[in-house]
């Protein structure tokens, strides 16, 4: 039978738009269907990861993404306020988009990456990734077309797709689907997938809110503070933050409603409750709404059935703390990118297709407890009802808030365990080698080449990162003086040495097999056997 394509891809969110490049870049025929007609138009996420930003990099566009959003300059603090233009209450100050690209070459330990995280609105993102993913010549990206049903045949799968103006129905045939399709994924219901996991109430990044993105030429010169790149009000009558989204006047602010609130509250209420965080009224122009909820750590029971696979926000929904819903739903399509792409291309094993749920499901567990830990802690923590007052008891509320949230916001935006450590631990495709990984925990990362876990980073003598001189699918360290050649294969393998005794102790052995998705499936001190090569592609 003829199919119409590979892999067919339901959703162009971040998710989607990944997957077409991992797959497209290995030659991988792949359609993608989106109902919208375009990329998302409201700003959305707000952080892009070091680790994300990593695989950005490996795809070539880290440089294109990072030049997206803020001005260069633009600094990337966390301020917290009573109200904006009252007292400021915390900050965290972090670098601009400029000064992150030379900064990151001088760092090591926990920071030894070869990206430091960007800034930036999902939708500037998206933009980015739809460009290339369009460019590649065996993608086809058809906006204005929604998916209605699938049918796994055993062999093949079949889509029903209708344009979303009117039309007539067309069915797809491919080997593999994918659906990408966020939070209400059909496809994940039809195959009676269930989502999994509390919805927590809390003061506050728990429970209904609502988004206004606006445009003010007056908001910098009313906040008699530096500038920040998240302002967040803190104070008893409503919470809420703010982001700038191009640091020349446009901004997305978000706020909590109370349960008496009305359940769509209009532009004029939604105008106030942004003046209740300014502190005083002032000239904008909305350009977007949209409610959402916050509070949610749920988790899909299963992430996919036979050829059919769910991706990003369809299995997994964050309360958007610690910025981890949009990152997690990149790495799915990271780790299923290669994965579908050694089946169509013929080089991997039966085992690949399971080896995705038993990697990506725990990964986005380990992630949703990290985001829930830092939503309980700047949403349980209440402010106190003097906080405001012109009074000793006043200042001293004031400064009790501000110690709290100076802390919470290091542990909540300074992550480099959660974006570096995150492991594969268990998976079937992994060679363990006896040595156990060091702690997971949120704010300290300490470079491992036990397998399971991603490639120790390393800058080279030329100024350039190890990473930029990995293969796209595997690549062979050979580490110091190391010289063996591995058994031949059908994998696609670069070999890379890599001379020097700091390389080879920082790997802790003279050979490491990395995966295209830069995760160290083996490592020792003679060439790996077939076995251990079969393994990693699920033979
Ligand atoms: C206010 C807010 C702030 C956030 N902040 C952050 C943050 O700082 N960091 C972070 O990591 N995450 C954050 N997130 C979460 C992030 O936005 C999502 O996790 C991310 O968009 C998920 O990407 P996705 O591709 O899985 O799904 P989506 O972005 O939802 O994309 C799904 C796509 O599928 C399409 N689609 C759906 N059904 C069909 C169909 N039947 N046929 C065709 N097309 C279909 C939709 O139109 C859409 O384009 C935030 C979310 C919100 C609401």
Redesign the pocket.
């Given at each position: 039978m003829t199919l119409d394509t590979d892999v067919i891809v339901?959703?162009?969110?971040?998710?989607?738009l990944m997957l077409a490049n991992e797959l497209g870049r290995r030659g991988v025929r792949t359609i993608l269907?989106?109902?919208?007609a375009a990329t998302?138009t409201n700003p959305?996420?707000?952080?892009t990861q070091a680790r994300t930003m990593e695989h950005y990099r490996r795809l070539g566009f880290a440089d294109e993404v990072r030049a997206q959003g803020l001005p260069g300059d633009y600094p990337t603090d966390i301020a917290y306020f009573t109200r904006y233009t009252t007292h400021e209450l915390a900050r965290f100050e972090l670098p601009s988009s400029k000064a992150a690209t030379e900064l990151v070459k001088g760092l090591g330990g926990s920071w030894s990456a070869a990206e430091l995280p960007h800034r930036v609105s999902?939708m500037f993102v998206e933009r980015v990734l739809l460009r290339h993913a369009a460019a590649l010549p065996t993608v086809s990206i058809r906006h204005l077309?929604?998916?209605?049903d699938s049918t796994d045949h055993g062999d093949h799968v079949s889509v029903v797709a209708e344009p979303t103006q009117g039309g007539p129905a067309t069915t797809l045939t491919a080997r593999y689907l994918v659906a990408?399709?966020?939070?209400?994924s059909?496809t994940r219901q039809a195959l009676g997938i269930r989502l999994e996991g509390p919805g927590i109430e809390r003061n506050f990044m728990g429970g209904r809110m609502h988004?206004l993105f606006f445009r003010s030429r007056e908001f910098y010169d009313l906040i008699p503070h530096p500038k920040a790149w998240m302002y967040w009000a803190f104070n008893p009558q409503r919470r809420s933050f703010l982001a700038a989204v191009d640091g020349d006047g446009e901004f997305n602010f978000?706020c909590q409603l109370w349960p008496g609130d009305p359940e769509d509250p209009t532009e004029a209420q939604v105008r106030q409750m942004l003046f209740q965080a300014m502190g005083r009224e002032f000239e904008l122009e909305v350009v977007g709404r949209a409610s959402?909820m916050a509070g949610l750590a749920l988790l899909a029971e299963r992430f996919g059935q036979g050829r059919q696979f769910l991706?990003?926000?369809?299995v997994h929904l964050?309360t958007?703390t610690g910025?981890?819903?949009?990152?997690?739903?990149i790495e799915d399509a990271v780790n299923l990118g290669w994965k579908l792409a050694a089946l169509v291309n013929g080089w991997g094993g039966p085992g690949l297709a399971a080896s995705y749920e038993i990697e990506r499901r725990p990964a986005s567990a380990r992630n949703l407890s990290f985001s829930r830990a830092f939503a309980d802690s700047v949403g349980l923590f209440a402010p106190d009802p003097r906080i405001e007052d012109d009074t000793a008891e006043g200042a001293a509320a004031r400064a009790h808030a501000g110690a709290y949230l100076n802390r919470h916001s290091r542990a909540e935006f300074n992550i480099p365990g959660i974006t570096f450590g995150m492991r594969y631990d268990g998976s079937p495709l992994l060679s363990p080698d006896g040595t156990l990984p060091p702690a997971d925990e949120a704010n300290r990362y300490e470079p491992t080449a036990c397998p399971g876990g991603r490639a120790p980073h390393l800058w080279l003598a030329d100024g350039s990162s190890l990473y930029d001189h990995f293969g796209f699918d595997f690549t062979l360290l050979r580490l110091n003086t190391a010289t063996g050649t591995p058994p031949a294969t059908d994998i696609p393998l670069t070999l890379l040495d890599l001379p020097g005794e700091e390389a080879r102790t920082l790997y802790g052995a003279d050979y490491a097999l990395i995966r295209p998705d830069q995760i160290v499936a083996w490592r020792g001190d003679a060439p790996p056997s077939a076995s251990v090569l079969e393994r990693a592609v699920g033979k």
């Open positions: 339901i959703g162009g969110g971040p998710c989607g269907l989106d109902q919208d998302a959305q996420a707000n952080a999902q077309m929604r998916a209605t990408a399709e966020g939070a209400r059909r988004a978000h959402w991706a990003g926000d369809a964050f958007p910025g981890l819903g949009y990152n997690t739903a």
